[in-house]
């Protein structure tokens, strides 16, 4: 089971995945819709849903109306869709009653996990063991960032090999080689090292991540 290391959307320590073709329609469209959709006369020509996928997406839908009426956060991708709760009792109860739709359940893997990521700030990352055992931050870049700064970043970081690590998709984005829509970032080994980015890259960062690892955390 996947474990929470910060909260979801800077709120909610609890998350299922659940998969189901056509569960967009109700992030997307609202419930009412979303049945019209389960209709067997119905063919909507861009969800391409079988009867038997109209059938179980009826059930879906049947199965989780109840819970949308609690205080939750739904995203939804596709098929799949994600409920986000801070109520371990609520939570429970999804697990039992989504059962046959659920892909991952998500949350802290301890008590103590579960009070530090709710009452430290958002940047705070737990983690088992800190990216290459070595760096305790992640610094992501904007990417509004203009080309002339990129280049004289890289260039800096040269200076400092021990101290800072460019994943190679930034590296290639930093020199122009790639367009990839992705947040780049860097990691940072220390305060001090931190501090220097910090003044360098300036208004250019995006936010700031702080791994801590479990350790530290479940030592009570």
Not at 56 to 81: C, G, H, M, T, Y
Not at 162 to 189: C, H, I, M, Q
Request: proline residues 5%; positive net charge.
């Amino acid at each position: 089971m996947p474990k929470t290391t910060k909260l979801f959307y800077n709120k909610w320590p609890y998350k299922i995945a659940l998969w189901q073709k056509g569960s967009w329609f109700i992030k997307r469209l609202g419930l009412e819709v979303a049945r019209k959709r389960c209709d067997p006369g119905y063919r909507y020509k861009w969800a391409h849903l079988s009867f038997e996928d109209q059938v179980e997406l009826n059930r879906f839908i049947d199965a989780v109306e109840p819970f949308l009426k609690e205080n939750i956060q739904i995203r939804s991708e596709n098929s799949r869709f994600s409920i986000y709760c801070d109520d371990r009792a609520l939570l429970d109860r999804m697990i039992q009653d989504l059962k046959p739709w659920t892909l991952d359940i998500f949350k802290p893997a301890t008590e103590a996990e579960l009070d530090y990521i709710t009452n430290s700030s958002s940047n705070k990352v737990i983690c088992t063991n800190i990216p290459f055992d070595r760096f305790h931050y992640k610094v992501y870049i904007r990417r509004t960032i203009n080309p002339d700064t990129r280049i004289s970043f890289v260039k800096w970081v040269e200076n400092y090999p021990d101290s800072l690590r460019v994943p190679k998709a930034t590296l290639e984005w930093l020199n122009g080689n790639s367009n990839w829509a992705w947040t780049p970032f860097v990691y940072v080994e220390s305060t001090s090292m931190l501090s220097m980015v910090g003044l360098f890259l300036g208004n250019n960062i995006q936010k700031i991540e702080e791994f801590i690892p479990r350790t530290d955390i479940n030592i009570r």
